[in-house]
């Protein structure tokens, strides 16, 4: 039997890594789509969603084929506020940022988010927090402090600099209220339906702000390369990591999840150095392994 907990254990920590993984390339295409064309966050954000939104149609249906139980009204505001405030803001302003800071130093400045997370778990839900995820938390943070030494030498003469960071900083509120919130309903409602209504919702709330703006704004939604990294950020952004982080955190629980996707920072810096010519640093690297050993350490949440 304790084997067979450790192996569900474990199984859920892969699943997570692997969707922090996908998620970390988001800033990539994002960074990559702002330099190879002349796209708005808002534009990108709406490629984004229309493309991923069949996958979600489809998982919701199919959900709800296979409920054994009706959701309630109260759920159903719950699903649709988490969808609003954790996909729809938080990738608005996440792509506004991007638009004026790099790459490793949005994903930076984004994982500040398991801090909340946790605070947001512990003083307000009423989680106990674990020693293991007390020492994994502070080794991860003290691993993105250390590297983020190296990214304040990226030059920071921009006008919109600390605007960027500013909305980044934003994103990582709401995303924290969201994984706090999705750690009560997803074991309600299962990681598979609350993953696709959460982003329907999301979808919608991007959708309907596109049509409010979109006579102040006209943009070539159909240019071959926006197309491209259209279908990259839902698929391999979106849709796959938001499936498996839901999974990963009905195993592992929404604190360990909040740990495990420290690693997204580490991955970004690497990607974003060989992707964008972004520089990266001694203080990088050892913030690097810092970062995973605090990672590795919330698999062992059950032996101590």
Known sequence: MLKNINLKASGGWLIAITGALLFSTKAIFVKLAFQHTHVTALHLLVLRMLFSM??????????????????????WLLIASMGILGYYFSSL?????????????????LFL???FTVLIN?????TRL??????ALILTYLGIGIAFLGEVQIDTTSNYFYYGSFMVFLCAITYSIYLSGSG????????TPYTAYVMLFATAGVFIHFLLTAHTTTYAFFE???????????????VLPSFLLNIGMKKVGSNNIAIITSIGPVSTILQAHFFLNEPILLLQIIGTLLVIIGVLLTSLKNSI
């Not at 512990?122 to 009423?126: A, H, N, Q, V």
């Not at 674990?130 to 020492?135: F, S, T, V």
């Not at 009560?184 to 990681?191: A, C, E, Q, R, S």
């Not at 071959?224 to 979106?238: C, M, R, S």
């Open 54 to 75: 069949p996958f979600y149609v489809f998982a919701g249906l199919y959900s709800h084929q296979k409920a054994t139980h009706k959701i309630t009204q109260k759920q």
């Open 93 to 109: 302003f996440d792509f506004i940022g991007l638009q004026y800071i790099s790459a490793g130093l949005e994903r930076l400045i």
């Open 113 to 115: 988010y398991p801090t």
């Open 122 to 126: 512990t003083f307000i839900l009423k």
């Open 130 to 135: 674990k020693r293991i995820q007390l020492i």
């Open 184 to 191: 009560k309903l997803v074991p309600i409602i299962g990681p």
């Open 224 to 238: 071959p390369n926006l197309l491209l990294y259209g279908i990259a950020l839902a698929i391999v952004a979106t």
